[in-house]
Each structure stands twice: as structure tokens, then as C-alpha cells.
């Protein structure tokens, strides 16, 4: 496992852009899943991008408007968010998880690390 430190989130009018940040910190010897979740209130936490040194894959919700990076050399995972829609308001977290075969990237419950989760809010 390794431990999450999301930040960036922030206020921001509709049409806006923000970029989240989150710092990985333990065993970052291996090669892991990495990936960003959020959840509304009163809604299910939902997948909204991974990458991986196999692939990178987004929700179709945020294709075009979001985009998912790290710098592995500081152990960092990015997604730079534009085009932002009220309906993106949510808590936004990080997670990851060993790269293993079969492994289900886009299931919240595959994940065995998280953050503590960086709250966007987006005004119309």
C-alpha cells in the first residue's frame, strides 16, 4: 500500500479550470494502478480517469475535458480539469493499487489506497 495526499481542489465558476495534485508516499517501488474517483453528496462514489504504465483510460463524462499525468520522479498524480460543469462538484479522490492481472480499474472496490479526498465546487 501507499499512502494518498490530494490538494487543488478549490471554488470555481462554470467553465472554469483547476488541477489536482496528489502525493504518494510508502512503497512507491512498484508499479501501480493510479486513479481519481469523486462523489456527490448523496450520490455513489464514481471512476472518473486511471493510468497506469499499461494504459490510461477516462469515464466518457470527462473525455476531452480532463486529463490524467504523473511525475513519477516526485511520486505525483495530476488531473487538470477544464471545461468545468456544476455537475462536477463532488469530493475528488485518489487512489491506487498494484498493477495485477485482471484488475478492474474502473471499480472503486479494486482500490486498496485512498486519500483523504480534495472537495471541487463549481458555480454556474
Known amino acids: 500500500q501507499v499512502n494518498l495526499v490530494e490538494s487543488g481542489g478549490g471554488s470555481v465558476q462554470a467553465g472554469g479550470s483547476l488541477k489536482l495534485a496528489c502525493v504518494a508516499s510508502?512503497?512507491?517501488?512498484?508499479?501501480?494502478?493510479m486513479a481519481w474517483f469523486r462523489q456527490a453528496p448523496g450520490k455513489e462514489r464514481e471512476w472518473v480517469a486511471t493510468?497506469?504504465?499499461?494504459?490510461?483510460d477516462y469515464a466518457d463524462s470527462v473525455k476531452g475535458r480532463f486529463t490524467i499525468s504523473q511525475d513519477k520522479g516526485k511520486n505525483t498524480l495530476f488531473l487538470q480539469m477544464n471545461s468545468l460543469k456544476p455537475e462536477n462538484t463532488a469530493m475528488y479522490y485518489c487512489?491506487?493499487?498494484?498493477?495485477?492481472?485482471?484488475?478492474?480499474?474502473?471499480?472503486?472496490?479494486?482500490?486498496?489506497?485512498w486519500g483523504q479526498g480534495t472537495q471541487v465546487t463549481v458555480s454556474s
Open positions: 487512489a491506487a493499487n498494484r498493477v495485477v492481472g485482471g484488475f478492474r480499474w474502473q471499480n472503486k472496490d479494486a482500490y486498496n489506497s
Open positions: 493510468i497506469s504504465t499499461i494504459l490510461t
Open positions: 510508502g512503497d512507491t517501488s512498484r508499479s501501480y494502478y
